[in-house]
């Protein structure tokens, strides 16, 4: 299956929930308040989102006012248009040696994101290590040893409980001594103590920045897409400790609510920039903003 493929399976219950509803729109009538006020249903039944929702309404009356805009055919042309911008951000072309920390919730897909990244990068030809620096949630150091093994690369461990932020500095120090390409930071996700959660995100954050300057440095954030507007919540809650720099969305094949994409990128101003597709090593895609945007508006 090619990557457009994955992509489009993926966002078919959301494709199946909003795209013929766009069309049937579309193939109406008049440009009137009822037209409006069905797309915004539409979009917000998507889980768009309603500030992105208003902010594309508008963007979208203004544009139809502008060119004159009269055919059905020409405003969805508009509305595409509109949709790409918001997703439209421009990614930093990466450089190595590379240290990407990856935060999330738990039970967002971290660790398996974790390993499809270092099948990712190991079969781009580089080296890589993963960093268990979840030491608090009882085998996770283990369920990513299983990954490192599927990916074949290497993983950094200690024993659980071990001191998060010792584990990063010692697993640093070898990824320099091996001229380490990528280096993969996995990080607790637990939420019933936020503040601690959040200083030792920022202390790891501190030990990456002062051990490994020459790096190149990339947060990123998993996020669940079937939870929805929770997600903004949680980019929220982690950018109070760290700067994101852009997002990882898994189960987005799980959710008819897809457009959480855009209410993302249109109220966080943060890209997308992978995507899970299903459950296999191999099923972490960059995200493609026209795929994206075509399925969702085109159904195609």
């Known amino acids: 299956m090619g990557i457009f493929a994955k992509i489009k399976a993926a966002l078919k219950k959301t494709k199946d929930a909003i795209a013929y509803r766009l069309k049937k729109l579309f193939t109406g009538g ?3 308040d009822e037209f409006y006020e069905e797309l915004e249903a539409i979009l917000l039944s998507a889980d768009i989102g309603s500030e992105t929702a208003e902010n594309i309404l508008n963007d979208l009356k203004k544009a139809i006012d502008k060119k ?9 042309t508009e ?11 421009e990614l930093p072309q990466e450089e190595y040696p590379l240290v990407v920390m990856i ?8 660790t398996t994101t974790i390993g499809k990244l270092a099948n990712y990068y190991k079969k781009s030809g580089k080296s890589v290590t993963i960093v268990a620096g979840d030491t608090f949630r009882a085998a996770a150091a283990d369920q990513l040893s299983v990954w490192a093994d599927r990916a074949n690369v290497r993983i950094v461990k200690q024993q659980e409980g071990a001191d998060a932020a010792a584990v990063v500095y010692d697993a640093l120090q070898s990824a320099k001594s091996k001229n380490t390409d ?6 607790a996700g637990r939420l019933h103590n936020k503040v601690n959660l959040m ?12 051990e490994f300057p020459e790096a190149m440095r990339l947060n990123y954030i998993v996020l669940d897409a079937t939870t929805g507007q929770n997600a903004i919540s949680q980019v929220d809650l982690f950018n109070e400790a760290i700067d994101i720099d852009g997002i990882i969305l898994t189960k987005l094949d799980g959710t008819a609510k897809g457009g959480v994409v855009l209410a993302i990128a249109g109220e966080e101003e943060v890209p997308v920039v992978y995507v899970g597709v299903g459950e296999g090593i191999e099923d972490l895609e960059k995200f493609d903003i026209d795929d994206f945007v075509s399925a969702i508006v085109d159904g195609e």
């Open 199 to 210: 200083e030792e995100l920022k202390k790891i954050d501190r030990i990456i920045d002062r």
């Open 79 to 89: 509305l595409k248009r509109i949709m790409r911008e918001i997703l439209d951000f």
């Open 182 to 187: 990528v280096t993969l930071i996995d990080t």
């Open 103 to 110: 935060a999330g919730v738990n039970g967002v897909g971290k």
């Open 68 to 76: 004159h805009i009269t055919k059905p055919d020409d405003v969805k």
């Open 30 to 32: 008049v440009l009137n």
